[in-house]
């Protein structure tokens, strides 16, 4: 009695179990669609966001590829164009195109702080001795 | 038997402590004695400089020889310097340390880095020099007690950006083993912190001749331009230091930029003009201080380039003007990165 009891409590727990499956979430593509400022500007390390008039520029990202400067300063391109990362969910490069250019491409540094999403640019527009680095944020 | 054996593990332990003291504190007291070097030299002279070196050793061992030279980056050192040695423990050739090899004590710095931390530009006055290091091709050997002599000849083809020159150069003497450290014995004719290197730093330095603007790192400068070498497409700032010299502009409570730039198609553009777009801020200590994009600030078209520009400090009025040397010749400057 007590034998097929157990047996039958047995059969029962393994097959009341199945294996759920679990699918996998794939990484967000990175969206910078939209319109970014400069936050803050360094020229060889050295803080120059208060030293210049930064407030003004603007980069325009759309989410067809296309980007728009607007009241230009020393940055990577002097011209509109198109841009495009070289992996929609893990990018690591963003490559700036303007009409009638070369391409100029540079490292990709899309970072969070204090829950919003900055994007650092270092780039050289001069002397290749002198590099820049913009940090970039969303207007709101 | 035991005894015996005991004997033999004390002898073993007194030998291996030795061996030890010797590895951990192998070293040499070291100074510059001399340096000799030309007053002044020519842009693509290459000039001789000696340096000559003694130590003292306070235990035995076997290290190479460092040495580090400050100058300015603009005459490529790691392309134009070498150097030789002769020593009472022999002779041979210096080579560059390379970039990736770390400095002993520099706390995973590389020897440049370390000597910058250490050193910084030696007194010079625009942040616009390197540390060019070199290390002695064989490692010398030497005993508790050594009294060393040497000297190191060092070969610098100066002014490779074509451009006079003058500056402080100077030099830093070391080893593989200690990098800038010291102890607290006593040693004399080596300082009272009887350290494992040692750095001299020499009086001005002249280099005449070159294409270029002077490039004065040695004196106080009524205006300084950073970056110290840019092209029209970087942002540039130039600063004023009133209290170099007694000027018209002393007193002045605000003082602007009046600049002429020189295009390559040949137009020149004069900006002078006292307004929000030529003031210079005061940023204290009767500095002032102006930072623009050439491009923009002489409003060039995308097919032109602003290749070089003159300028004068003004007073509010224009009427008050400060140039060169605080004369009535402009400061010049050249867009150019060599």
């Given at each position: 009695?007590?034998?097929y009891f157990i047996l039958s409590v047995f059969c029962l727990l393994l097959f009341s179990c199945k294996i759920e499956e679990v699918s996998p979430v794939g990484e967000a593509p990175k969206n910078i669609s939209g319109s970014w400022r400069i936050l803050k500007a360094t020229r060889n390390g050295t803080d120059i966001t208060s030293a210049f008039d930064f407030t003004q520029f603007r980069v325009k990202f759309d989410?067809?590829?296309?980007y728009t400067i607007v009241n230009r300063v020393p940055f990577l391109v002097n011209a509109n164009g198109t841009y495009a990362l070289d992996d929609p969910a893990y990018p690591f490069k963003i490559t700036f195109t303007p009409q009638g250019g070369s391409a100029v491409a540079t490292s990709f540094n899309y970072i969070t702080t204090a829950g919003i999403r900055q994007l650092n640019l270092t780039f050289v527009p001069g002397c290749a001795l002198n590099a820049y680095i913009y940090t970039l944020e969303k207007d709101n | 038997?035991?005894?015996?054996?005991?004997?033999?593990g004390r002898k073993i332990w007194m030998l291996s402590a030795l061996l030890l003291i010797g590895i951990v504190f192998s070293f040499c007291h070291i100074k510059i004695s001399k340096v000799t070097i030309p007053a002044s030299a020519k842009v693509g002279d290459v000039v001789p400089i000696q340096l000559d070196i003694d130590e003292?050793?306070?235990?035995g061992g076997s290290d190479r020889l460092i040495l580090g030279v400050l100058m300015p980056k603009g005459w490529k050192g790691t392309q134009n310097m070498s150097a030789t040695y002769k020593s009472s423990k022999g002779d041979g050739t210096f080579t560059m340390v390379p970039l990736t090899t770390l400095a002993a004590h520099g706390e995973g710095k590389n020897w440049p880095d370390y000597m910058r931390a250490t050193f910084g530009?030696?007194?010079?006055?625009?942040?616009?020099?390197?540390?060019?290091?070199?290390?002695?091709?064989?490692?010398?050997t030497y005993a508790n007690g050594d009294k060393i002599t040497g000297s190191i000849f060092i070969n610098l083809k100066v002014g490779a950006d074509d451009n006079p020159t003058v500056v402080k150069l100077a030099y830093v003497v070391a080893n593989t083993t200690n990098g800038f450290t010291s102890d607290t014995y006593f040693d004399e004719g080596y300082g009272p912190t009887a350290e494992y290197y040692n750095q001299?730093?020499?009086?001005?330095?002249t280099v005449t001749g070159g294409s270029g603007d002077?490039?004065?790192?040695?004196?106080?400068?009524?205006?300084?331009?950073?970056?110290p070498k840019s092209l029209d497409n970087d942002l540039v700032t130039i600063s004023f230091d009133s209290n170099v010299i007694e000027t018209d502009l002393s007193g002045s409570d605000e003082v602007y930029l009046c600049a002429t730039g020189t295009t390559s198609d040949g137009q020149t553009i004069n900006i002078c003009e006292q307004t929000s777009k030529t003031l210079m801020k005061a940023v204290g200590s009767g500095r002032y201080e102006i930072t623009f994009w050439p491009r923009a600030?002489?409003?060039?078209?995308?097919?032109?380039?602003?290749t070089n520009m003159t300028y004068f400090i003004t007073d509010k009025t224009g009427t008050k003007q400060v140039g060169y040397g605080n004369t009535t010749a402009p400061f010049t400057y050249k867009f150019k990165c060599g």
């Open positions: 009695m007590n034998r989410s067809a590829g296309n | 038997m035991l005894p015996r054996l005991n004997i033999k003292s050793c306070n235990s530009i030696a007194g010079n006055l625009i942040d616009d020099m390197e540390w060019v290091v070199m290390q002695s091709d064989n490692p010398f001299y730093v020499g009086d001005c330095f002077l490039i004065d790192f040695c004196n106080p400068q009524l205006t300084t331009v950073s970056p600030f002489f409003g060039v078209s995308d097919s032109q380039t602003v």
